[in-house]
């Protein structure tokens, strides 16, 4: 299978289109809020929201990557998708952490990647360029292939992400998050409880995309979940590996829904193991509602 990324001219547009649609839809979604926002729809579970926002967001950026690029696949998180006629697709994220929109929870993102491969498929697409934007903060993430990871606040000049010596497993702050439905939580809650007690401490933000950021930038020192889906990794996994961290899914096994492991190489391998053997000790997910 060739994943191969595409030349070094078409990763610098993509990534410069990847930032472009994200600060625009960032924007988009904070400037046009509803003073009254509700939900608009549940998917998985009563609990797991959309509002009108995240749709007219992914519009926006479906329209806008297609009018750039009209060859390329779509993938996104609401309803819509397009096979892609080209070497790639883009995944989209049109608001990750709607629950936090939805609350006024300052912590949420827009991400937007490009890869090569099928994205629907664990192990066969690799992102190759990407951002991730928290509109409220005005913090933007972005990575192309081979160029590293960058941060840019507002309008001051982006820094280069180099992530950091970690500190042992035992004084890392680690992230993760909890999906909707009651059987996966309760699985996740039992593997929290084999994790805790090897960590510093649990961060739950509400953003799988700004936590993955976060460890590149050494807000978080690592990240692990089960249940994330493409769109909530893509464009965070590739700000995270070109800053110099290892994102992985359990064994040998890559990203995937099962779980997603993020930090520096030698704490990664430290919570790695942690994680693996207390989701062996947490038995098979039971479906609830």
Not at 64 to 92: K, M, N, Y
């Amino acid at each position: 299978m060739d994943l191969a990324a595409p030349d070094a001219d078409t990763l610098e547009a993509l990534e410069r289109l990847a930032v472009e649609v994200c600060v625009e839809a960032g924007r988009l979604i904070v400037d046009e809020r509803p003073a009254n926002l509700g939900v608009s729809k549940t998917k998985s579970t009563a609990t797991d929201v959309v509002t009108v926002m995240d749709q007219r967001a992914q519009d926006l950026l479906r329209t806008r990557l297609h009018e750039a690029r009209p060859q390329d696949g779509f993938l996104g998180e609401e309803e819509g998708g397009a096979a892609s006629r080209s070497e790639i697709t883009w995944v989209v994220d049109p608001i990750d952490g709607t629950v936090n929109y939805l609350y006024g929870i300052p912590s949420y993102a827009v991400s937007v990647a490009a890869v090569v491969g099928d994205p629907t498929t664990p192990g066969a697409w690799r992102p190759v360029a990407g951002a991730v934007v928290n509109p409220v903060t005005g913090e933007l993430f972005h990575a192309r292939h081979g160029s590293g990871a960058w941060l840019q606040v507002g309008t001051a000049t982006a820094t280069r992400l180099e992530i950091a010596a970690p500190p042992q497993l035992g004084h890392a702050l680690v992230g993760t998050g909890f999906g909707y439905d009651t059987g996966r939580r309760h699985w996740q809650a039992t593997l929290l409880l084999g994790v805790l007690p090897h960590i510093r401490d649990i961060r739950r933000i509400g953003s799988a995309a700004l936590d993955i950021c976060a460890v590149a930038a050494g807000t978080l020192d690592a990240y692990f979940e089960r249940g994330l889906n493409p769109w909530d990794m893509a464009a965070a996994w590739l700000v995270l590996t070109e800053a110099g961290g290892v994102f992985t899914g359990l064994g040998a096994a890559p990203p995937n829904d099962q779980m997603v492991v993020a930090a520096a190489p030698t704490l990664h391998t430290a919570l790695h193991e942690v994680v693996l053997h207390a989701a062996e000790r947490s038995g098979t997910e039971t479906t609830g509602g």
